[in-house]
């Protein structure tokens, strides 16, 4: 990525990215997020991780949010799943503040957190049952999230018998049988090998043209964000605020091969900028070992 | 350069962190075992190796000595030189006619005790039964038998020097009763045997086979009146400690759960508990007896204060061990309070707290005997104690090995159902399954069967 590419403004939308994004505007708003802030206490004082964060999410939108490790991207989709207290501004859910986890706000974990004593249906059931319904309509329903993610074979295997990809499509359709106003997911095929990961990317962007649900989605890969997402929440670290909100230029359905096109390594590029800016004298950085400077040379 | 070929499955026995295969495992097993006894057996029957002692055959007291040594007794080997020495100078002064102190009653009484020392030899020769150690007739008839031929002594032989003796003895017996028609002792003294013996480990390291037979005796000796078998004192310790952990197990796995899961109870019980344990459980016995008196109720509660305090500082660590994201995932599908407790914490724990209660059975054994030996002695300690202080350490062994099977087949059995019960388990499903645990599955889920197309671990998209 660099900059001599004759790349066009990643602001530039075609008329239908902005007709999309003029639509995803009237939709009700979800999620909104208002002066957020987060301070930890610790011996050496007080430490600001998140600070005036403000957004919002429309419905069925999909949102991610990247930036540099130590941004708090993480603590920020904890503190919005409910899973960590906020020390300042407000999380409303449909025009009500949270508090606490619910099921209205589904998360999935990088670490899959399957229940490892239950079977996959019985895990896609949990959600149902602590509601306090049961009996064969729950089990026919859990049915249905389970041959959505494509494991009706898996049914009554238990998670330990599972690839880390399958572990993780079971987490998202226990996630989603509680049939949540939102799904917050952090770095979930963060885990995954690179095949696997594309593949769970695909399936991800399928569940989503099915189901209505919100995502936030946190992610460390560009790719994966542009990939994914209709925008991009970008944080800057220390403290943790907001950079900039990209609207992606690229058109839906997505497809990997628009990976290369000119749209989305201009939205790369543009992210590059903003999460690696570039000093000057990086380049000439060199290895002081000769031995490893010589077997450069053969290579180049 | 061509590397010595070599067929891919021969796995080094010394491979670093690698399993080696099941033949070889399960001979290594066979030897873990098999090497400790055989060592057992190499000291016990290969007399060059150790053999300190002479275990004695033919006892004799010797004048002014209080020790007494009888048949059976143990004597260091240099020792006995110089205690079969001694005897030898008596008799040496007898027929000297020196030594002569005693006289009468007392005389003829010490005679009778020399013809009996012959008792032990006779019994194991079976010439005659244990009862008639105190026949004088019989005593007679074994010395006559042995002074004429008739009667020969194998395994332990007679010496010839002690031969000799009881020939001397055997005719100054008869030249005395031609004059005495009543057969009376004479009151000159007669010649004592020369203690014998053969080598022997010390008293506290029997021969296996001594071991085995003692053991399989005392099982199913009838006891005397009003005392127990040792399949009753077996049953009894059992009941001991099965009791006491049992109650620690149903006070401390709750206390210890509550610890674990919150911080509240932690903090409320777990610092004196881990106070308390510090406290070593044989320091209460006295004070057990004395709240809960006689018989099993404080062996019982011996064995729960031993266990109690670690097991429940134990399980609130196991507790505290849970992968705290599975909580967080629960509260995220909208588990509340006592959902988190009741389906995320106890089912995640139960394998972990199966091993942990594994171990602690092991710590309440360890606590019988101490239990056993408070208030009034029982069970199978009674038995280790009484023996033990009769030195038969033949029948010490066989009820200390006793004790050590039952714990390690429990173990064994216990970690054998955990596949079962746990079937979820990686352990478990990783695990080749045998017989017990596929009619266990059949008979739990027949879906298992059922499904033709059975998951594997690879992604079919």
Redesign the interface.
């Known amino acids: 990525m660099s900059d001599h590419l004759d790349l066009p403004d990643y602001r530039e939308q075609s008329p239908e990215v902005a007709a999309r994004f003029a639509s995803i505007r009237q939709r009700p708003v979800k999620l909104e997020v208002c002066g957020l802030e987060k301070r930890f206490h610790s011996p050496e004082g007080e430490r600001v991780v998140l600070q005036d964060i403000s957004f919002k999410a429309h419905r069925r939108e999909f949102i991610s949010i990247i930036g540099p490790s130590g941004c708090g991207k993480s603590t920020l989709i904890r503190i919005l799943a409910g899973l960590e207290t906020i020390s300042g501004g407000d999380v409303l859910l449909e025009g009500n503040a949270v508090k606490g986890p619910s099921r209205e706000r589904g998360m999935v974990f990088q670490g899959y957190t399957l229940f490892p004593w239950l079977t996959v249906k019985k895990n896609v059931m949990f959600g149902l049952e602590v509601s306090g319904r049961s009996g064969p309509a729950v089990e026919s329903e859990a049915m249905d999230w389970i041959n959505l993610v494509g494991l009706a074979r898996y049914a009554n295997a238990y998670p330990s018998e599972l690839s880390g990809g399958m572990k993780q499509r079971v987490a998202i359709a226990r996630s989603l049988a509680n049939q949540p106003q939102i799904l917050f997911m952090d770095e979930p095929f963060g885990a995954l090998d690179a095949q696997t990961r594309a593949q769970m990317q695909a399936y991800l962007l399928q569940i989503w043209k099915n189901v209505d649900v919100t995502i936030l989605f946190v992610t460390h890969d560009l790719d994966e964000a542009i990939y994914l997402s209709d925008r991009i929440l970008v944080l800057k670290a220390n403290p943790g605020e907001i950079q900039e909100f990209i609207e992606v230029p690229v058109p839906r359905p997505r497809d990997p091969e628009q990976f290369i096109s000119p749209t989305f390594l201009a939205t790369k590029n543009r992210l590059e900028h903003l999460i690696h800016p570039r000093q000057p004298g990086q380049e000439q950085a060199r290895l002081p070992i000769t031995k490893m400077t010589a077997a450069g040379d053969e290579v180049e | 350069m061509k590397r010595a070929s070599r067929s891919s499955d021969t796995v080094s026995w010394f491979a670093i962190r690698k399993p080696l295969p099941g033949e070889r495992r399960l001979l290594l097993t066979v030897l873990s075992f098999v090497l400790p006894l055989a060592l057992w057996c190499l000291v016990s029957y290969v007399p060059f190796i150790w053999h300190p002692d002479i275990k004695l055959t033919v006892a004799a007291d010797r004048e002014g000595v209080t020790t007494v040594y009888t048949a059976g007794d143990h004597v260091a080997r240099s020792y006995f030189d110089e205690y079969a020495n001694a005897v030898r100078r008596e008799n040496e002064a007898v027929q000297a006619g020196e030594g002569t102190t005693r006289s009468g009653f007392s005389a003829r009484r010490n005679n009778v005790k020399i013809l009996r020392a012959v008792a032990p030899l006779a019994i194991e020769q079976g010439w005659i039964s244990e009862n008639q150690v105190t026949d004088n007739a019989a005593i007679f008839d074994v010395w006559e038998g042995l002074a004429t031929g008739r009667l020969v002594s194998e395994k332990p032989e007679l010496t010839p020097e002690n031969l000799a003796i009881v020939q001397e003895d055997w005719q100054t017996l008869q030249a005395h009763w031609a004059e005495d028609p009543e057969h009376e002792m004479p009151s000159d003294p007669l010649l004592k045997l020369i203690p014998q013996g053969r080598l022997s480990n010390p008293v506290y390291l029997p021969e296996p086979h001594a071991v085995l037979l003692t053991g399989w005796k005392d099982w199913n000796a009838e006891p005397a009146e009003g005392r127990p078998s040792l399949p009753e004192r077996y049953r009894h310790s059992l009941y001991i400690v099965f009791s006491g952990f049992f109650l620690a197990a149903l006070a401390g796995v709750p206390i210890g759960i509550l610890s674990g899961t919150y911080d509240f109870f932690s903090k409320l019980f777990e610092p004196f508990i881990d106070f308390f344990r510090y406290m070593p459980a044989p320091a209460f016995s006295t004070l057990l007896v004395a709240i809960f008196l006689a018989h099993d109720a404080p062996k019982i509660a011996l064995v729960f204060v031993g266990t109690f305090f670690q097991l429940v500082l134990v399980v609130a660590n196991t507790t505290r061990q849970l ?1 705290y ?2 909580l ?9 309070r006592l ?1 988190l407790l009741r ?2 914490i106890l ?2 724990i ?1 394998p972990s707290l199966y091993n942990d209660l594994r171990i602690l059975l092991g710590w309440a054994w360890t606590w019988l005997v101490i239990a056993e030996l408070i208030g009034v002695k029982s069970g199978l300690t009674e038995v280790i104690e009484t023996q033990g202080r009769w030195r038969n350490f033949e029948s010490v062994f066989p009820v200390i090995i006793l004790i050590g099977l039952t714990g390690f087949f429990t173990d064994q059995l216990l970690a054998n159902l955990r596949p079962l019960l ?5 352990e478990a ?1 990783g695990q080749k399954q045998g017989p017990l645990v596929r009619f266990y599955r059949w008979v739990t ?1 027949q ?2 069967y059922v ?1 033709d ?1 059975k ?1 594997t ?5």
């Open positions: 992968d994201s599975l967080e995932a629960a509260q995220t599908l909208g588990a509340k959902d389906r995320v089912p995640g139960t746990f079937p979820w388990t990686p499903i889920d879906q298992v499904r197309d998951p671990t690879s992604d079919p998209a």
